[in-house]
Structures are given as C-alpha cells and as structure tokens.
C-alpha cells in the first residue's frame, strides 16, 4: 500500500460526457459572498480531485481530461462517492466553485464543465517535490476508532488550512486512529508540531513530522530485523551446542589419530590397521592410497595418546611407522567433534545408498523371483545381506 497521503478516492466512477461545442471559461467576476459550510466541503472536494496530490495518480480522472482540452463534466464528477454525499446539485457546485478564491478549478459559462485552470500545471513529480510536500506534512496518532474523515478535517482546520488529511487503515480497511495531515504551507506545519500539546476531546495526541515518522519506522523495522538475525544465530548456537552435547555422549572420546608426513605413497589403508592392531585394536582407518595423511580410529576411549607413547618407545623415542618417521596429533575438542561428525555423515550416506540400491534390485512390486519362480520378501533366503552396519 501506498505511503502517499490523500483525503479520500472515489469508489466509483461514472461514465464521460462530451460536447463538441468549445468551453467557455467563465472569468466574470461576482460578489456571492463567502461560502457556507456546505460549499466549503464541496470547495475542498473538488479541488483535492484536481490538486496537486491526487491527480497525478488518478488515471481515470487523467483520461476524462485529455478528452476535451482538460473538461470534464459535473455529471461525471457528481458520481464520484464524496463529492456524491455532499451533493449531486450542479447548480450548488457551481455557485460554490465561484465562490473559491484559490483559482485552481474553472468552470464553463453554462455551469456544465469544470476544469484545472490551465496557467497552475501539476508540478513535476521531482525529489524537491516530494520533500516540500513531506515538509510540510505531519503524522498524528490519538484519534478515536470511529472518527469520520469529516470530523477530523474540521479539527485541523480550526487553526490552520490544510491540503489533505488520510486515515490510515489495517489490513480490514479498519481506521488505527492515526493519519497523515498535509497543511498548505511549512510554517503552519511547524507550528502544529511545536505546540506543548494538542489534544483531540480529551485525548493528548502524539504527533510528529512525517519524515521523523519514516525515519523511527525505518530504524525500528532495521532493529527487528537485527534482532531476527541475532535470535536466529542464537538459536542456531544453541542446536549447535545440543547438537555437540549429544555428540560427545555417543563418540568414543580420545581414540582418533592423524598421520601425517609419511613418504611411502604405496601404503594402503591395510598396512595401517595391521600394523597399529600391535598396539591397540583398530576399528577404522581413514585412508586412500597416495593421501598426504590418515585418520586412525581405535576402538577404546582415550587410547590414542598412549598408544603413540607405544610406538615412539618401540623406536627409540621416534614417531616411527612402516620405516617412515611421521607426524601425529591426537584429535580434541571441536576438531574431534567435526571428525565423528564426518563419520556419521559417511554413515547415514552409506545406509541411504544401501537402502536405495535395495528398492532398486526388488522392483517397485517390493518382491523378487526367488529359486523356483516364487516371489520372496527382500532377505527372506539369507543371501541379500549387505554385510550389515
């Protein structure tokens, strides 16, 4: 939805009426007096349909003018919804836009057509614009829920003219109690905004200027959403942290060695295990020929160091396996947790592999032809077995 301020939009809109005869712009000047309280509405009415705020963005209005030279006929304008409500008497309409002294609206001799006069173009839709224009704007909060748009124009016309007034509204077309005022100058603005306190009955109004409002709303929607981020990291330490916990419960802490710096290039993952099963009992080795290092996991905790003691006392005090002196580290804290969890990775991998493999070789019927023809449940013979986990 649109920040743009407006009073109000039609809610329909009537078809167009033409006359091939030219308009003539009544320019003659009358005394009628000031206008009463119904065409002071009406007055405000049209000249917010041709003003600089709404007709920019009002196509339909748009289109109506391009059809004759900027006219357009009181019968179509008296279908728009407010004007509509105030009246549909073309003859009041006319004697009220005669009596406006602003000089937007014209109207034709024969008090049929209206138009924005000619010599006030809408101004151009420019950076400068719209920071005049939020200049001299303010947001105002404090408003009762049924407060008409008629009351609240009335209230801030008590002590200066205004443009535009819109109630903002929810998601349901429902009134917040808060609205956009637009006055006709700064200065009347700041004054607004530089009152102590200004009350609505008896509520004390918040308010503050319209640029201030989309500053606070910016910086408080940047606020949440760091505040998001850090909940979402947060909560994601804390998994991570569950995670570790439940972790470290299941591993066998203190069994996982590196290997590195072994020249031999012809060693294979066999040589290893046979050769450290001397010294404890392997139950795996991380190990392709022609890795640059191994990972060797024993299948007691805590056995690793001593069993690197082991070999270095076999050979004189170095670190000596299959005729090469290597490196070694023992694997702790968050290193050891990401190894077991590459593990267990691998793992679950492997089953999904296995499992697939399985529904491959079955078929989709679930069965498979068994010695003499008849269909059996997979592992039904004892001869499907993948060697287990």
């Not at 917010?48 to 920019?56: E, I, M, R």
């Not at 304008?77 to 602003?102: E, V, Y």
């Not at 109630?167 to 009152?195: H, I």
């Not at 079955?362 to 498979?368: E, L, S, V, Y």
């Amino acid at each position: 939805m649109s920040d743009e301020v407006k009073v109000d939009a039609k809610e329909e809109n009537g078809s167009t009426e033409t006359e091939s005869k030219p308009k003539v712009v009544d320019d003659e000047k009358q005394d009628l007096g000031p206008p009463n309280a119904l065409e002071q509405k009406i007055i405000r009415q049209i000249e917010y349909y041709f003003g600089d705020t709404n007709l920019p963005r009002d196509k339909f209005l748009q289109d109506e003018m391009k059809i004759e030279d900027g006219w357009v006929s009181l019968a179509t304008m008296t279908k728009f919804n407010r004007l509509k409500q105030l009246t549909t008497n073309h003859k009041i309409i006319a004697t009220a836009l005669r009596k406006s002294d602003s000089g937007l609206v014209q109207i034709s001799k024969d008090s049929v057509f209206i138009r924005r006069n000619p010599e006030m173009p809408i101004p151009e839709n420019t950076e400068e614009r719209r920071n005049e224009f939020n200049d001299r704007s303010a947001y105002v909060k404090g408003f009762p829920l049924d407060a008409s748009l008629d009351t609240l124009i009335a209230h801030f016309e008590k002590n200066a003219k205004i443009d535009t007034v819109y109630m903002r509204r929810d998601q349901d077309k429902k009134f917040k109690g808060s609205v956009f005022v637009t006055f006709a100058n700064k200065e009347d603005c700041d004054k607004f905004l530089a009152e102590p306190e200004t009350k609505y009955e008896d509520a004390v109004l918040i308010k503050k200027s319209k640029t201030q409002y989309f500053k606070e709303r910016d910086e408080d929607k940047k606020q949440k959403k760091l505040e998001q981020i850090r909940k979402k990291k947060e909560d994601q330490e804390k998994r991570e942290d569950e995670e570790n916990k439940k972790m470290a419960d299941s591993i066998t802490r203190g069994a996982v060695f590196q290997l590195t710096g072994f020249e031999n290039k012809e060693l294979s993952r066999e040589d290893f295990k046979t050769y450290f099963n001397d010294y404890a009992k392997v139950a795996w080795v991380d190990y392709d020929k022609g890795d640059s290092k191994a990972m060797i996991r024993l299948s007691e905790a805590n056995t690793a160091q001593s069993t690197l003691d082991k070999v270095k006392a076999d050979h004189d005090g170095k670190l000596e396996v299959l005729d090469c002196v290597v490196e070694a580290k023992v694997l702790e804290g968050d290193e050891e947790l990401d190894h077991w969890r590459k593990i267990f990775k691998d793992m679950a991998d492997s089953r999904n592999r296995n499992k697939f493999s399985r529904k491959r070789r079955h078929g989709k019927d679930g069965g498979r032809v068994g010695p003499r023809g008849k269909k059996s449940r997979a592992g039904d013979d004892g001869g499907d077995s993948d060697g287990g986990d």
